[in-house]
Protein backbone atom coordinates (compact mmCIF):
# COMPACT_ATOMS: atom_id res chain seq x y z
CA UNK A 1 0.00 0.00 0.00
CA UNK A 2 1.80 3.48 -1.17
CA UNK A 3 2.21 6.08 1.80
CA UNK A 4 2.86 9.67 0.32
CA UNK A 5 5.14 11.55 2.48
CA UNK A 6 5.40 15.09 4.18
CA UNK A 7 7.52 17.90 2.25
CA UNK A 8 8.39 21.05 4.17
CA UNK A 9 9.72 23.70 1.31
CA UNK A 10 9.97 27.24 1.67
CA UNK A 11 8.06 27.25 5.01
CA UNK A 12 5.04 25.81 3.26
CA UNK A 13 3.87 22.09 3.90
CA UNK A 14 3.02 19.92 1.00
CA UNK A 15 1.62 16.62 0.73
CA UNK A 16 2.70 13.99 -1.81
CA UNK A 17 0.16 12.58 -4.07
CA UNK A 18 -0.07 10.64 -7.33
CA UNK A 19 -0.64 13.96 -9.36
CA UNK A 20 2.07 15.20 -7.76
CA UNK A 21 3.16 17.61 -4.53
CA UNK A 22 -0.51 19.33 -2.69
CA UNK A 23 0.16 22.19 -0.45
CA UNK A 24 -1.49 22.17 2.40
CA UNK A 25 -0.71 25.29 4.49
CA UNK A 26 2.67 27.13 6.24
CA UNK A 27 4.74 26.04 9.08
CA UNK A 28 4.02 29.46 11.26
CA UNK A 29 0.27 28.68 11.41
CA UNK A 30 1.05 24.95 11.82
CA UNK A 31 3.09 26.05 14.80
CA UNK A 32 0.58 28.86 16.07
CA UNK A 33 -1.85 26.06 16.35
CA UNK A 34 -0.20 23.43 18.14
CA UNK A 35 1.41 26.06 20.84
CA UNK A 36 5.01 26.46 19.15
CA UNK A 37 7.91 24.32 17.91
CA UNK A 38 8.50 22.10 20.34
CA UNK A 39 5.83 19.42 22.05
CA UNK A 40 6.57 17.65 24.95
CA UNK A 41 4.95 13.94 25.07
CA UNK A 42 2.63 13.37 28.14
CA UNK A 43 0.12 10.56 29.18
CA UNK A 44 -2.46 11.39 31.85
CA UNK A 45 -3.33 9.43 34.86
CA UNK A 46 -6.64 8.30 33.15
CA UNK A 47 -4.71 6.90 30.24
CA UNK A 48 -2.21 5.23 32.47
CA UNK A 49 -4.86 3.89 34.29
CA UNK A 50 -7.19 2.75 31.30
CA UNK A 51 -4.28 1.12 29.30
CA UNK A 52 -1.17 -0.12 31.81
CA UNK A 53 0.22 -1.90 29.24
CA UNK A 54 1.03 1.55 27.39
CA UNK A 55 4.84 2.37 27.22
CA UNK A 56 5.27 5.31 28.26
CA UNK A 57 9.24 5.60 28.24
CA UNK A 58 9.08 8.62 26.49
CA UNK A 59 7.12 10.73 28.38
CA UNK A 60 8.66 13.92 29.37
CA UNK A 61 10.37 14.24 26.07
CA UNK A 62 10.47 17.21 24.12
CA UNK A 63 9.97 16.66 20.12
CA UNK A 64 10.33 19.22 17.26
CA UNK A 65 7.14 19.88 15.73
CA UNK A 66 8.66 20.36 12.25
CA UNK A 67 10.81 16.95 12.30
CA UNK A 68 7.11 15.08 13.12
CA UNK A 69 5.57 16.79 10.67
CA UNK A 70 8.62 15.84 7.99
CA UNK A 71 8.69 12.49 9.24
CA UNK A 72 4.39 12.19 8.74
CA UNK A 73 3.40 9.70 5.83
CA UNK A 74 -0.17 9.36 4.88
CA UNK A 75 -2.22 6.87 3.27
CA UNK A 76 -3.77 7.28 0.00
CA UNK A 77 -7.65 8.02 1.46
CA UNK A 78 -6.09 10.89 3.86
CA UNK A 79 -4.95 12.29 0.97
CA UNK A 80 -7.57 12.13 -1.56
CA UNK A 81 -9.69 13.52 1.75
CA UNK A 82 -7.18 15.90 2.19
CA UNK A 83 -6.97 17.43 -1.23
CA UNK A 84 -10.88 17.49 -0.98
CA UNK A 85 -10.66 20.25 1.72
CA UNK A 86 -10.99 23.95 0.69
CA UNK A 87 -7.33 26.03 1.03
CA UNK A 88 -9.56 29.24 2.12
CA UNK A 89 -10.19 30.06 5.68
CA UNK A 90 -13.65 30.44 6.56
CA UNK A 91 -14.25 34.10 7.84
CA UNK A 92 -14.88 32.94 11.18
CA UNK A 93 -11.33 31.02 11.61
CA UNK A 94 -8.03 31.69 10.85
CA UNK A 95 -7.53 27.90 9.48
CA UNK A 96 -8.27 26.50 6.14
CA UNK A 97 -10.20 22.88 6.19
CA UNK A 98 -6.98 21.40 4.45
CA UNK A 99 -4.99 22.87 7.41
CA UNK A 100 -7.05 21.97 9.96
CA UNK A 101 -7.68 18.17 8.79
CA UNK A 102 -3.53 18.05 8.26
CA UNK A 103 -2.70 19.85 12.40
CA UNK A 104 -5.88 17.02 13.79
CA UNK A 105 -3.42 14.09 12.22
CA UNK A 106 -0.12 15.71 13.74
CA UNK A 107 -1.43 16.36 16.99
CA UNK A 108 -2.68 12.70 17.05
CA UNK A 109 0.36 11.73 16.35
CA UNK A 110 2.14 14.29 18.83
CA UNK A 111 -0.41 13.07 21.53
CA UNK A 112 0.24 9.28 20.91
CA UNK A 113 4.43 9.39 21.35
CA UNK A 114 7.01 8.43 19.91
CA UNK A 115 7.40 4.84 18.51
Known amino acids: MARFETVIEDETI ?18 AVVGGPSWEITYSEEVKQRHPEIDTSDEGLIVDVVDMMNAMTHSERFVRTLAAQPTESPAD ?5 RLGLFVGKLLENLESGVS
Not at 14 to 31: H, I, K, M, Q, R
Not at 93 to 97: M, T
Open 93 to 97: DDISP
Open 14 to 31: YVGTPDGPLEVGTVDSVL
